[in-house]
């Protein structure tokens, strides 16, 4: 009887490592995306769709709550050095369905409705510009903020959201600036791996993934690749955002035409949902655009579309919970 159960025992590491082979063979041929490792359905497009910029403004909260309350959207991030990111957390507490994240902020990109950091300023001078706010634009990050200066700030963002008693889905960066250095790349994949929450982690072994983003302008270099590649979490098999529109329809059309573009595996697509006030017209020329992410996820017509595609959505909970199953 031990003889068969050791015999039984080596069939089960020899086929285990058949299957790890047969994987790792599949991933050099290309032929395995990031979702299939996750055990989502071969050949499929799984979409992570995201609202970015919650906490920003109330305009931003109304839209994300609404989107949740539904069900039509579940992931967003939360801008925690904006006046309204302690209400957003505050209601994602209380709606245990809300996928929130950390929109690590560490820019400030308005004319008129600006923010500083959490963390002292004093503590991370290169983050602060002359108007005592966070930069405009990210090459000005870039040229005055050390990785370190960035890592403070990032950490104190993450902390605060648990501090306040929600710990983050996942985190992931405003206006990419955490892809604006390499340096600032492996502070965000080490502070993901510190606190095992999972950033928007592009896989850039993708040379097509990777030259697409290089002709966008960001330093991607080997070395940002190789923090990537080291990197246990989660990955993305691509990353994009909803496209503008000169109409809501032909904004929803753009939209369906991205996602008919896309190859199977996972994509997050982000987009900036808010409600139309006269306060955030005052804040941003894109309101029109916002406006219409806030109606866009919920119309019968893209329902249909990603029903018709066999298009699935998921969240960062699920793609966690699929992760830890893999272990």
């Keep these: 009887m031990k003889t068969i159960h050791l015999h039984k025992n080596l069939f089960k590491i020899t086929l285990t490592l058949l299957m790890v082979f047969l994987l790792n063979f599949a991933h050099a041929q290309g032929k395995i995306t990031n979702a299939e490792k996750l055990g989502f359905q071969k050949g499929k497009k799984i979409l992570l769709l995201h609202c970015d910029d919650a906490g920003m403004c109330e305009e ?47 820019t400030s990109e308005w004319e008129k409705y600006r923010w500083t950091t959490l963390t002292d300023p004093k503590k991370v001078p290169g983050l602060i510009d002359p108007e005592g706010k966070m930069w405009h634009e990210v090459p000005d990050v870039v040229m005055h903020a050390s990785a370190k200066e960035v890592e403070t700030e990032i950490h104190a963002q993450i902390d605060k959201m648990i501090k306040m008693g929600y710990k983050p889905s996942h985190i992931d960066t405003h206006m990419g600036t955490l892809y604006g250095s390499a340096d600032y790349a492996k502070v965000f994949f080490e502070t993901a791996v510190k606190y095992n929450i999972p950033a928007n982690a592009i896989d850039l072994s993708n040379k097509e993934v990777a030259d697409f983003y290089r002709a966008a302008g960001y330093p991607i270099n080997d070395e940002m690749i190789q923090y990537l590649e080291a990197y246990p979490l989660p990955k993305l098999d691509n990353f994009g955002s909803a496209p503008d529109g000169k109409s809501y329809e032909d904004k929803r059309d753009n939209f369906i035409k991205l996602v008919q573009s896309l190859k199977p595996g996972l994509t997050e697509i982000i987009f900036h949902p808010s409600i139309e006030t006269e306060n955030m017209k005052g804040i941003t020329g894109s309101w029109q655009q916002r406006k219409w992410e806030a109606e866009i996820f919920s119309d019968p017509v893209m329902k249909q579309f990603f029903k018709d595609n066999d298009i699935e959505i998921t969240t960062w909970t699920e793609i966690m919970k699929r992760f830890n199953k893999t272990k």
């Design 60 to 106: 931003a909260n109304i839209a994300v709550q609404s989107y949740v309350l539904k069900g039509d959207v579940l992931s967003a991030a939360v801008m925690m050095p904006c006046p309204n990111a302690e209400e957003m957390v505050e209601w994602a507490k209380k709606h245990p369905t809300a996928d929130i994240g950390v929109h690590l902020t560490l």
